[in-house]
């Protein structure tokens, strides 16, 4: 279902700008949040740059673990995008439920190279480790990360390049502002 | 035919992550480029960033003028998009069309609070001033700006949100690699 991406075309899944999940682990812990502000950094090795606002307790776990992921979820995963991103991870704790992943009931996989959970039904994952900037993560809430293995559903994603056609499901999605996305369009080639 | 933004809402003009092109003047000198990777930093003041490679034109004039427009191109002027990200405005210098907007004959109009042409024809601009972060330009450059004014086509924003239905020729465009483009697709609330 999912294939294992050369690093060296990685960007090109976050390149046309989707709405993002970010996944974190730190022991017994993990989290889960949705993001709309990442980007590429950079080709080889690949980077990304990602907002992560410091009331967050990703960004807890992000800073006691050194590495993340980035999920890049699709339409038929809209709602819970929307669930993950207006609850937080840290009221959870020491309820029966204790993370957002039992408490929505969201089916995961092992990472290959971080801690952190990668969700089932996304379309590609990017795993990162932090690239520690203390000054512009205080300033800023900016994060960066070096992208140490990456994977992407061959239906939509292969040869480095993505290919939607005929599964209007699995495209991304591109958040606008209070729950109203866009979904990526029709390839075309200039 | 165009809004000024109030600047509340000035994210939102990125937020869905659209390819950009980023345009820039000192003195007599101007210049344009193609960017995919940019992202929104901050609500209020917004703040944007943005991946600027050393040997760019562009960056000497960013770093010269300390500001830069971001322009929002659409599916009519993805060719022209190609065409000013595959060519170096530094090679036009001296020549008798001696900047790339005199080269390929690209309309302006006049910035409110910077000097930065903005492209006719965009569907949305975003004036920034350069918030100087030598280290991060120097190690990965990534550069931040403040909006300072932004502006959309009302056709295809108005009211804080986008709706493209109707003007297909006008939807943001999202680079993936080499000229491959994806158009923004049907808007949904989640």
Request: glycine share 6%; proline share 4%; net charge negative.
């Amino acid at each position: 279902m999912f294939n294992s991406i050369m690093l060296d075309v990685a960007y090109r899944l976050l390149n046309h700008g989707p709405t993002v999940l970010v996944t974190t682990a730190h022991g017994e812990q993990c989290n889960i949040m949705a993001a709309a502000w990442s980007m590429p950094l950079d080709f080889d090795p690949p980077k990304i740059a990602i907002v992560i606002d410091k009331k967050t307790y990703t960004r807890e776990l992000i800073e006691a673990s050194g590495s993340f992921a980035i999920n890049v979820p699709c339409c038929a995963q809209a709602e819970m995008v929307v669930q993950v991103g207006a609850s937080s991870g840290r009221e959870l704790l020491g309820k029966e439920a204790d993370n957002k992943f039992a408490a929505f009931d969201l089916p995961t996989f092992a990472a290959s190279k971080i801690a952190a959970p990668l969700v089932a039904g996304c379309v590609a994952w990017l795993e990162c480790k932090l690239i520690a900037e203390p000054h512009i993560q205080d300033a800023y809430d900016l994060f960066l990360g070096e992208v140490v293995a990456a994977h992407a559903d061959e239906r939509v994603f292969s040869n480095g390049h993505w290919h939607f056609d005929g599964h209007d499901e699995l495209r991304t999605i591109h958040h606008v502002a209070g729950g109203n996305f866009m979904a990526i369009g029709e390839a075309f080639k200039a």
